[in-house]
């Protein structure tokens, strides 16, 4: 079992900086990925932003590539989520998530473990 407890969101303007990080606990994550997903009130949960444990290989979505960086920190177990130039669509809750595999993937029903989330609102 893995926990995920996701912290650092929070009401900005647009433009400003965010920065969520996820705890992550549990039993041996190595050859993990390791996801940022978001939902905003009446859509589906969709992909944000990947890393895989080992190799720290990012990936991201279209929609915040260029803005957002995921990083993993392998000592203190945490997976970051650094969001610059926040515009008023980011506004939803972002989850911490991980995959048993090292695959790469951007669909939340492949991951395993999820996290509580943390609301992110950006204000026009």
């Known amino acids: 079992q893995v926990q995920l407890v996701e912290s650092g969101g929070g009401l900005v303007q647009t433009g400003g900086d965010l920065r969520l990080s996820c705890a992550v606990s549990?039993?041996?994550?190595?050859?993990?990925?390791m996801g940022w997903f978001r939902q905003a009130p009446g859509k589906e949960r969709e992909f944000v932003a990947g890393v895989t444990w080992i190799s720290g290989i990012t990936f991201y979505a279209d929609s915040v590539k260029g803005r957002f960086t995921i990083s993993r920190d392998n000592a203190k177990n945490t997976v970051t989520l650094q969001m610059n130039s926040l515009k008023p669509e980011d506004t939803a809750v972002y989850y911490c998530a991980a995959d048993r595999t090292a695959s790469m993937r951007r669909t939340a029903s492949l991951y395993d473990y999820w996290g509580q989330g943390t609301q992110v609102t950006v204000s026009s």
């Open positions: 549990g039993r041996t994550f190595s050859g993990y990925t």
